[in-house]
């Protein structure tokens, strides 16, 4: 699948999610979910593909430090994004499309609003659709790993 192809699909969401959640982009999610299903399994497949790449390109230290964007800790310190919180940030901004996704990488006050959104529901829609196209489960790895901190260059200072 092209990139062309991937963002033509995202827009399908509708844009930025609602803050904490997906809230609208959750309909969405279902209908790109039943679009896909519809396409051949290579299409559903390099759907996940690019979402995966998307999701590991946010995968930077920048971006996964900064604390949740209106939310403090008992003490008034700034409230950290767990890892998991960060993956579903970085899923809500590639489900803002390809503009507010390409934005980011400008500086990380672009990013900073996302880490009070959450779309959680973009990381199976292609899981969902293959299963639907196909019958089978989607049991494939990506060739990027997007979990939070597994792109070495976006965290250079990790050790392992």
Request: glycine share 10%; aromatic share 12%; proline share 5%.
């Amino acid at each position: 699948m092209t990139w062309e192809r991937f963002w033509q699909l995202i827009e399908l969401l509708g844009g930025t999610a609602g803050t904490e959640t997906c809230q609208g982009v959750e309909e969405g999610c279902s209908r790109l979910t039943e679009l896909l299903s519809g396409e051949p399994a290579d299409q559903i497949i390099g759907f996940g593909e690019r979402l995966a790449e998307a999701l590991y390109r946010l995968d930077q230290e920048q971006f996964g430090t900064l604390p949740i964007f209106g939310k403090v800790l008992p003490d008034g310190s700034p409230f950290p994004q767990s890892d998991d919180h960060f993956l579903y940030t970085r899923a809500a901004v590639v489900a803002a499309g390809r503009d507010a996704y390409e934005g980011v990488f400008d500086g990380p006050e672009r990013f900073t609003p996302f880490t009070a959104r959450q779309c959680e529901q973009l990381l199976y829609v292609h899981e969902e659709a293959f299963e639907q196209a196909t019958g089978r489960e989607w049991d494939r790895l990506t060739r990027y790993d997007y979990e939070s901190c597994s792109n070495r260059d976006g965290w250079p200072d990790l050790d392992g």
